[in-house]
């Protein structure tokens, strides 16, 4: 299957600063990359849509200005999560589509501020 | 809308036991994906079988099978003669066919497999 490669899978930063989050795909162009966030022991919940070239869709009750997301190739998105705070520690994972039926999924990352 | 629902929140199996893990979903729209995936302690997502809404035959991969039964809008994940590595977080997901085609995800069912 194809690659999706996310960096970093893990992350401490402290409270107010930002951390950015890649989402590569390695062996495929995606026009569409999703982002997900996952608290412990919950489901998988979309915070946006990332299609090269334009902005980015987000799920209703995301803050885009929290969470600032930029496809600028079809084989990168990223995710920064502005002026962090410890209520934005989770698990963030992206995923890719490059048509099939199948969505590709990074390994993850977990942050957590401090 | 668009509902997933998965209302096994754990299950625990004995090693080389069939398993099935149940999943109801709710969508007014004709054309629609399932899909079950892994999601071991490790995090990753790992996809094991996709069922498109006007598959007539059930979906098969290995050890993996989905039991599909449109009219009962319900599309369970049977696991034949489980395995240890096969304890995970399992969750089913529908798809949007339309826009962006993107996923929807049930709250998920913890497996275990006991030896």
């Known amino acids: 299957g194809a690659v999706v490669s996310q960096h970093p899978s893990r992350v401490i930063c402290k409270s107010g600063t930002s951390v950015k989050i890649e989402c590569r795909s390695l062996d495929f162009q995606a026009t569409t990359m999703f982002w997900y966030r996952q608290f412990p022991k919950q489901s998988l919940m979309l915070m946006a849509t990332s299609n090269e070239g334009s902005k980015a869709t987000y799920e209703q009750g995301v803050e885009k200005d929290k969470f600032l997301i930029n496809h600028a190739s079809l084989t990168l998105s990223t995710l920064t999560v502005t002026s962090a705070h410890p209520e934005d520690s989770s698990f963030y994972i992206c995923s890719a589509r490059y048509g099939g039926t199948e969505a590709f999924f990074g390994q993850g990352t977990r942050l957590t501020v401090v | 809308a668009q509902k997933i629902t998965q209302t096994q929140p754990g299950m625990f199996v004995q090693e080389k036991e069939a398993v099935t893990l149940d999943c109801t979903y709710d969508?007014?729209?004709?054309?629609?994906?399932l899909f079950w995936y892994k999601q071991p302690s490790s995090g990753e997502m790992i996809f094991l079988i996709y069922?498109?809404?006007?598959?007539?035959q059930n979906a098969t991969e290995g050890r993996y099978s989905l039991n599909f039964q449109k009219a009962r809008k319900s599309a369970n994940l049977v696991i034949s003669a489980s395995q240890l590595g096969d304890s995970a977080m399992y969750f089913c997901a529908l798809r949007f066919i339309q826009g962006a085609q993107k996923l929807v995800f049930g709250q998920g069912t913890r497996l275990t497999i006991n030896p």
């Open positions: 069922q498109g809404s006007y598959d007539e």
């Open positions: 969508t007014s729209d004709q054309s629609y994906g």
